[in-house]
Nanobody, 114 residues
């Protein structure tokens, strides 16, 4: 059974940093992604990483967020720096396996506020 478990969310002041983790089990994943959903808005793709660690970012987070993965631990990370109030959202881990099935974590809340 595939499980994706996010951790690392919390409350941080503007300009601060957080590091999210997504611990995966039950499969090897072709690509992994971070999405976020702010109150009253749709789910937004934030960053993606392939198995060989190729990366892509939404324009809104380029230069501030860094996605990475440790294949030996089957874990993905999102280092978030220079956080802004508009980064406040529930952040979700998403993964695509080699059978083209997509999987979601339960989400972790990130709140950026003074």
């Amino acid at each position: 059974q595939v499980q994706l478990l996010e951790s690392g969310g919390g409350l941080v002041q503007p300009g601060g940093s957080l590091r999210l983790s997504c611990a995966a089990s039950g499969s090897i994943f072709y690509s992994m992604h971070w999405y976020r959903q702010a109150p009253g808005k749709g789910r937004e793709l934030v960053a993606s990483i392939g198995y060989s660690s190729s990366t892509d970012y939404a324009d809104s987070v380029k230069g501030r967020f860094t996605i990475s993965r440790d294949n030996a631990k089957n874990t993905m990370y999102l280092q978030m720096n220079s956080l802004k109030p508009e980064d406040t959202a529930v952040y979700y881990c998403n993964a695509l396996d080699y059978h083209s099935r997509t999987h979601w974590g339960q989400g972790t809340q990130v709140t950026v506020s003074s």
